[in-house]
């Protein structure tokens, strides 16, 4: 359901970001960015408790007219923020909350691979698959080819510069 | 790379050649032994066969592809040519001869490398750096890039130890080529000195080239399989590591070559049938796999944690992209770290991919663990705590964090406590039941289902003052209160037998409150309904029969009054204890009238006891009438007001209708004074106990009936002073029996009727639910609106 996800890390530059391809991906870039900001706000509001007790999913950052921003935080302040299309009025807040379990649980899977190093761009497929099947349930009446590597942001293969045939 | 322009018999012989060292059949060469023996049968000098590797890609890539092959064939032509090396020197030295290659006694169109007889040329020179290793690795060891040195180095220290020595012996790169290996893996490591620079895996090289030795294994198959794997390490001269083959085991290869090349075309045919092979393991690689662990983990229950395994898997020179892939892959539990499953499965993706094999997007099913012993290549025998192990995949590792070397040690334990592991959920899973079993014990028997055992007042007087005053009232709503108060009796405590049950069953229905309670109750509040029943027909001092119920504590009602209420009918509890059901909650009269007669029919339905009670009572019965005979209550009250004067108070209200019901019961209660006065006296101390279940139920009712027909008040308050003496007598009313039976009639229709109650309202709560979801999603989309129209003032 999600027109955007991106994982940003704790210094606030982000590690994975990720739009449906046929969108503008600077807009979502764009407004990635700023709604680091409501975060951030919302971080330091419930931040007077200890982090243990601050709720990891924040909900709405703000809404646009066309979308709508969702984050949430982990214990190690990586946010996770997505951007939903607002005409997808079926999405409650379980569903959003349960999209990022999932996006936290792979994410961990990530950090859980030692070739991982933490702050690294993320390139694991298995995050991409995941993140891929968010997108296109959203997606599946529109563009059902959110393709796993031209949307998503950090070219795996240009970096590699082995170049091999993954 | 470049265009590659080949003349016909230059693409036969190509082709050809491409095929012969396709041993993997998968279009790429990933610079297995039968590419380096190719080249060192070129006879070319080793820099000269790095430099062609180099300039063909296949160093960058890892792997010979096709059009890479071709171009270091044409390259290797140009060499023996003498002409320099460059990459425009493929397209530009024009009538090249073949490539030639020294052809050993591999029939193979001659083409095969004869490295042999290099590789014994070579050796010499070579065993210095790279003691005669199998040839394979040690390509890849001379090679090469300082990089290799230094894994090399770690290599060597590992290797003795080998925590995370890249694998001694080539991993088999493919089914044959394992064979060979096996013999090598552990022998390899006294090569270290191979060439610093080699690939790591290089001692693997080593490794085998130690046990090659002689290995008459060594099948042509098994230098290229370390090749095949290994090759993309070195980009050192590939004649470097051919000349340090084995003699021996050159020979030996000559021997398998022939075998191989035989089966070349064979391979090709394969290929197809073969594609699922590559991620099989087979014997000889998982015992090789196995090995490594083992130089890892020295323990094959145990894990390795991340970081090992990220050092030693990166010493394949896999691009840590594809190494992070393969992790994923493997890494089945995603705990951080590899079990022996895992381990192999990873290995086995390395090989693969090294020998050109694209990575699959999800582990292949011959490479998961499985919870029994799994792959096929069954090499079960190697690997004793496979089994507990691959349980454990399954049982995700203690701790996720990739590297804790210092569990290693507590991993093997929570291994082979994986069946532990397994035994413990199901253990889980059974307490579960059992719990659910014990709340559904409850429900099942409609009598005492919902019944908690609430100590039910069930006085026959009281029963008398609640059917009076349904009679009078003649209205059910009446009935609701003695459910609520049984409950509340039953809350506070449990052990009215009869009249529990009604209460229980009113309560649940009443109030909802503790219904759970009232289940679990419902089994003793049945056995010692029954118990107390009997012992009431024997109006023995033994009457307070065990209260079955724990004494439910009263906290978890939510009326308040019922609290009092369970006081009130604490008292009289107790004094029912001695010979009377558990009053649990009073039932609550039951506002029946025409019940007066039925609960005593009922009692005899409702528990056996109750009969007996009825029979031990049956002047009773007749006492219902009694019910306004306060005389007895006063008789009796003046008995037991001493004990309960003190909870009187405040039960009186709630007594009150009790008393009217348990009038009948105080009056026959009076008449078998001797028996109260006992049950009293043995009940007394119970009482306090006890008194607080009875109370409960009956409160609720009680209380209601407060409500609804102050009209009984006056009639109550001249009881009040009583409404102690009420409990009390409420308590061991022997005739309790009969009112319980009216009880439980009017404790189950007003359980009926709250439970059609609840459905209305949940059945509104759903309702009101849904408009509340509705509700915000408007507010959403309003806010949105609002946004939209309220100047973009920030972000």
Redesign the interface.
């Known amino acids: 359901m999600a027109v955007c996800v991106a994982v940003i890390a704790k210094e606030n530059y982000p590690l994975y970001i990720r739009s449906i391809p046929t969108e503008n991906e600077l807009k979502f870039h764009y407004m990635v960015h700023?709604?680091l900001?409501?975060v951030d706000e919302k971080i330091s509001a419930m931040g007077k408790a200890l982090v243990d007790q601050r709720e990891l999913y924040l909900g709405?950052l703000?809404?646009?007219?066309d979308y709508?921003v969702y984050g949430y935080v982990t214990n190690s302040k990586v946010k996770f923020v997505m951007v939903v299309d607002?005409s997808n009025?079926a999405l409650?807040d379980n569903e959003i909350r349960s999209m990022f379990r999932k996006l936290h649980n792979s994410y961990?899977?990530v950090m859980?691979?030692?070739?991982?190093n933490p702050g690294d761009r993320i390139?694991?497929?298995?995050f991409d698959?995941m993140v891929t099947s968010m997108m296109i349930q959203a997606r599946r009446g529109k563009e059902s080819l959110v393709a796993r590597a031209p949307g998503a942001w950090s070219p795996?293969e240009a970096?590699?510069?082995?170049?091999?045939?993954? | 790379m470049e265009g590659l322009t080949l003349s016909d018999a230059e693409q036969k012989y190509y082709s050809d050649l491409f095929s012969y060292c396709d041993i993997e059949s998968t279009k790429k060469v990933s610079a297995n032994g039968r590419v380096l023996e190719l080249f060192r049968a070129a006879q070319l000098p080793n820099d000269v066969v790095l430099q062609i590797m180099e300039l063909c890609g296949a160093t960058?890539?890892?792997y010979f592809g096709r059009s890479q092959f071709y171009i270091a064939l044409k390259l290797v032509a140009v060499a023996q040519s003498g002409f320099p090396l460059r990459v425009e020197s493929i397209n530009t030295v024009k009538d090249l001869p073949l490539p030639r290659f020294v052809a050993s006694k591999n029939e193979q169109e001659s083409r095969h490398p004869t490295s042999y007889s290099s590789d014994s040329e070579n050796q010499g020179s070579y065993s210095g750096v790279i003691p005669p290793p199998p040839g394979r690795g040690q390509v890849k060891k001379g090679s090469t890039s300082h990089d290799t040195v230094q894994p090399r180095a770690s290599v060597d220290q590992q290797e003795p130890v080998s925590p995370v020595v890249s694998p001694q012996q080539s991993p088999p790169a493919s089914p044959h080529t394992w064979r060979k290996h096996n013999r090598h893996p552990s022998g390899g490591n006294s090569e270290r000195p191979l060439a610093g620079p080699g690939p790591f895996w290089s001692p693997f090289g080593e490794a085998q080239s130690g046990s090659s030795a002689g290995d008459a294994v060594w099948s042509g198959h098994s230098p290229p399989p370390p090749q095949e794997n290994w090759v993309s390490f070195a980009d050192t001269p590939p004649t470097s590591t051919l000349l340090t083959m084995h003699p021996a085991s050159v020979q030996d290869q000559t021997t398998v070559r022939t075998v191989a090349s035989a089966t070349t075309a064979n391979e090709i045919r394969r290929q197809s049938s073969s594609y699922d092979d590559p991620w099989k393991i087979t014997d000889e690689q998982r015992q090789y796999y196995v090995n490594q662990f083992k130089t890892i983990q020295p323990d094959l229950n145990g894990f390795i944690?991340?970081?090992a395994?990220?050092e030693f898997?990166?010493k394949s020179k896999l691009?840590?992209?594809?190494?992070?892939?393969i992790?994923?892959l493997s890494?089945f539990d995603?705990?951080?770290a590899l079990t022996l499953d895992e381990f192999c499965a990873a290995f086995h993706l390395v090989v693969a991919r090294k020998n050109g094999y694209?990575?699959p997007?999800k582990l292949p099913e011959s490479l998961m663990p499985k919870l029994i012993d799994l792959e096929d290549s069954a090499d079960v025998g190697d690997q004793p705590g496979e089994v507990g192990y691959s349980g454990s995949p399954a049982e995700a590792p203690p701790s996720?964090s990739?590297?804790m070397p210092s569990l290693n040690q507590t991993w093997p334990e929570l291994n082979q406590s994986s069946e532990q592991w397994e035994t413990f959920s199901e253990r889980s899973s059974s307490s579960q039941t059992l719990t659910q079993f014990d709340s559904n014990i409850a429900p099942a028997d409609p009598d005492t289902a919902i019944v908690h055992p609430v100590p039910i007042r069930m006085t026959p007087s009281k029963i008398h003052m609640q059917e009076m005053e349904l009679k009078r009232t003649g209205s059910d709503h009446t009935n609701p209160t003695s459910p609520l108060l049984v409950k509340t009796s039953d809350l506070s405590e449990e052990n009215k037998i009869n009249s529990s049950v009604k209460f229980a069953s009113g309560n649940t229905v009443a109030d909802g409150y503790s219904s759970s309670d009232s289940f679990t109750s419902d089994p003793e509040q049945i056995g010692n309904n029954v118990t107390r029943q009997r012992s009431h027909s024997g109006t023995s001092p033994e009457n307070t029969a065990p209260p079955p119920p724990p004494p439910r504590p009263q906290p978890s009602h939510s009326r308040s009054s019922s609290l009092d209420m369970n006081r009130t009918f604490s008292v009289t509890t107790g004094q029912q204890q001695a010979g009377v059901v558990a009053q649990p909650p009073a039932v609550p009269p039951r506002p029946q009238p025409s019940q007066a007669p039925g609960p005593v029919v009922h009692r005899p339905v409702d528990a056996d006891g109750l009969i007996t009670h009825t029979s031990t009572s049956p002047q009773q019965i007749p006492e219902q009438p009694n019910f306004a005979d306060f005389s007895q209550f006063e008789v009796f009250a003046a008995s037991n007001v001493n004990e309960e004067q003190d909870d009187e108070a405040e039960k009186h209200p709630e007594v009150l209708p009790v008393e009217k019901s348990s009038d009948p019961a105080s009056s026959r209660v009076a008449k078998t004074d001797s028996k109260i006065e006992e049950k009293t006296a043995a009940s007394a101390p119970a009482n306090v106990s006890k008194g607080t279940t009875p109370l409960a139920p009956p409160p609720k009712p009680v209380r209601r009936r407060l409500k609804s027909e102050d009209e009984l008040r006056p009639e109550v308050d001249e009881h009040t002073q009583k409404t102690g003496v009420l409990a009390a007598v409420l308590a061991s009313q022997p005739s309790i029996p009969r009112s319980v039976g009216k009880d439980k009639k009017a404790i189950q229709a007003s359980i009926r009727r709250n439970k059609e109650t609840n459905t209305v309202l949940a059945r509104l709560n759903s309702e009101l639910q849904q408009q509340l979801?509705d509700v915000l999603?408007e507010r959403?989309?309003l806010?949105?609106q609002l946004?939209?129209l309220r100047p973009f003032s920030h972000?």
């Open positions: 700023t709604s900001d409501v709405l703000y809404p646009t007219e709508k607002s009025t409650r961990t899977d859980c691979n030692p070739f991982y390139q694991s497929r298995a698959g795996e970096a590699k510069g082995g170049a091999e045939d993954l | 960058r890539l890892g944690p991340g970081s395994a990220k898997f990166t691009p840590i992209l594809e190494l992070s892939h992790w994923e890494d995603k705990d951080g694209d990575l997007e996720k990739p590297s979801k999603e959403i989309s806010e949105v946004e939209q972000l």
